[in-house]
């Protein structure tokens, strides 16, 4: 399975970005699906969530009220709608796959996917 994560780029603070992810032949409905963040210098993070076939989501404190993250079932892509962004959430963002949403939070995943860099700056 290779996850292909995309959408990241420069923005300036309090700007937006939407990153996806796909997977080809991978239907994302089945599994728990998330996104994490790496920022230089600093150890990956969880950053958010999606259950397996539903809707219910899940946020680091640190991004709660302003990331958004959702599927899209019938073009087979998850999301992360970035709204409000700081300097601070400037990384690399991963997508990742696991058939259990906790292994998602706790960063052992079963997939990963290449990470897409977003930049907070002015």
């Known amino acids: 399975v290779q996850l292909q994560a995309s959408g990241g780029g420069l923005v300036q603070p309090g700007g937006s970005l939407r990153l996806s992810c796909t997977a080809p032949g991978f239907t994302l409905e089945d599994w728990a699906m998330g996104w994490s963040r790496q920022a230089p210098g600093k150890e990956r993070e969880f950053v958010a969530v999606i259950k397996r076939g539903g809707g219910s989501t899940y946020y680091a404190d640190s991004v709660k009220g302003r990331f958004a993250i959702s599927r899209d079932v019938a073009k087979n892509m998850l999301y992360l709608q970035m709204d409000s962004l700081k300097p601070e959430d400037t990384a690399v963002y991963y997508c990742?796959?696991?058939?259990?949403?906790?292994?998602?939070?706790?960063?052992?995943?079963?997939?990963w996917g290449q990470g897409t860099l977003v930049t907070v700056s002015s």
């Open positions: 990742a796959a696991d058939l259990v949403l906790h292994n998602i939070v706790v960063m052992t995943p079963e997939y």
